[in-house]
């Protein structure tokens, strides 16, 4: 009796071996994780090494960057998204602007619709595709300025989306 306990028992504890056909094939599930590349590069308007603006006076608005043509289509910066993911590209200057400048950027040539870019983070362009590139023109508004040189450093970063 216990010879047949133990055989029983070892046959209700052994996985069953189901058969499959062409009208019963085997399915099981396949899958993969591939990490997400955020990788970008960014190119300034040809022959800019960096985003320089020259007003005509202390008083001048919607001055383009030096090398960007809005009239015929130069962005100063074109941002390549070279991951696999969509991303969205933001940009922020590492310290205030000095009061009497404002500066300014849009993805489309346009002044008008232009946000302002401060030592915050601004959303210049959204979901850009992989192998895809976004431009971003800029103007700066200087209003009662101060005479001399001044410099501050953009950044530009992206976030997956």
């Given at each position: 009796m216990k010879k047949l306990f133990g055989a029983i028992s070892m046959l209700l504890l052994m996985p069953l071996a189901l058969a499959y056909d062409s009208g019963s094939p085997?399915?099981?599930?396949?899958?993969?994780?591939?990490?997400?590349?955020?990788t970008f590069s960014v190119a300034l308007a040809?022959?800019?090494?960096?985003?320089?603006?020259?007003?005509a006076d202390k008083d001048t608005n919607e001055v383009e960057a030096?090398?960007?043509?809005?009239a015929t289509g130069v962005p100063i910066l074109t941002m390549t998204n070279q991951g696999n993911v969509?991303?969205?590209?933001?940009?922020?200057?590492?310290?205030?602007?000095?009061?009497?400048?404002?500066?300014?950027?849009?993805?489309?040539?346009?002044?008008?619709?232009?946000d302002?870019?401060?030592?915050?983070?601004?959303?210049?362009?959204?979901?850009?595709?992989?192998?895809?590139?976004?431009d971003e023109?800029?103007?700066?508004d200087f209003n009662t300025a101060i005479g001399g040189n001044g410099t501050r450093t953009l950044q530009v970063s992206d976030v997956e989306g």
């Open positions: 085997y399915s099981v599930t396949v899958s993969w994780s591939v990490p997400s590349d955020t040809s022959p800019c090494a960096q985003v320089n603006f020259l007003p030096e090398c960007q043509d809005v969509n991303l969205t590209f933001k940009a922020s200057l590492t310290a205030t602007m000095p009061s009497y400048v404002v500066l300014k950027g849009d993805s489309g040539g346009d002044y008008a619709g232009a302002t870019i401060t030592n915050g983070l601004t959303t210049i362009n959204s979901s850009i595709v992989a192998g895809d590139t976004a023109y800029l103007w700066a």
